[in-house]
Structures are given as C-alpha cells and as structure tokens.
C-alpha cells in the first residue's frame, strides 16, 4: 500500500502563484507515475500534470505553460508548482500515483488539497 498526503493549497489572487506538495509514504518502491488531479464544482475530473520515475512529464493544455511538476524520487515527494492562476483553477487538486504492474491506473488518492482563485 501506498499513502498519498497533500500539502499547500489556499486562496490567491489572480496572477498569484501556488506550490503544492505531495509525499509518498508506505511502498513507495512500487510507485511508477505520479501526477495531479483536480475537481471543480460541476465540471470533469482534470488530469493536470503527471511525471514518470524518470521525470517525463505531461500537461494538460489548460495549464501548459504555467504549470510545472516536478519530483524527488529518493524522498517519494511530486510538486506542482502552480503561476498565473486564474479563477478557473480553483478546484480541490488531488495527488495521483501508479505502480509498476498498475500504469495509467491511478490506484492510489491522496485527501486532497482546496486550491482557490480569486478574481
């Protein structure tokens, strides 16, 4: 098993900038892929950003350019750093991982982070 904690959100204005941080803990040996979620009110699940063991990474088109992911594998920690937000952005952001015999499933959740926007 594998525990995911998130850390980070809050408030900002439009134009801010937030880092959110996710540690892994538990078999972290079998992780493979991290990423990030998030969930607006009323919308679709998003997939934002994910990272591989060996640091390629993938964007959603709503944040590229914006939005950065970035790793540590020896200390199982995935970070997002998040510029020019906008309200848009707001959601709750979720950290994301698969294992090795599990890829593109994200098996595991961590409880999540509010992250919001203001205008």
């Known amino acids: 098993q594998v525990q995911l904690v998130e850390s980070g959100g809050g408030l900002v204005q439009t134009g801010g900038s937030l880092r959110l941080s996710c540690g892994a803990s538990?078999?972290?040996?079998?992780?493979?892929?991290m990423g990030w979620y998030r969930q607006a009110p009323a919308k679709q699940r998003e997939l934002v950003a994910t990272?591989?063991?060996?640091?390629?990474?993938k964007y959603a088109d709503s944040v590229k350019g914006r939005f950065t992911i970035s790793r540590d594998n020896a200390k199982s920690i995935v970070d997002l750093q998040m510029n020019s937000l906008k309200p848009e952005d707001t959601a709750v952001y979720y950290c994301?991982?698969?294992?090795?015999?599990?890829?593109?499933?994200?098996?595991?959740w961590g409880q999540g982070t509010q992250v919001t926007v203001s205008s």
């Open positions: 990272i591989t063991r060996l640091g390629v990474t």
């Open positions: 538990g078999r972290t040996f079998n992780i493979n892929a």
């Open positions: 994301v991982a698969d294992t090795f015999s599990t890829i593109g499933d994200w098996i595991y």
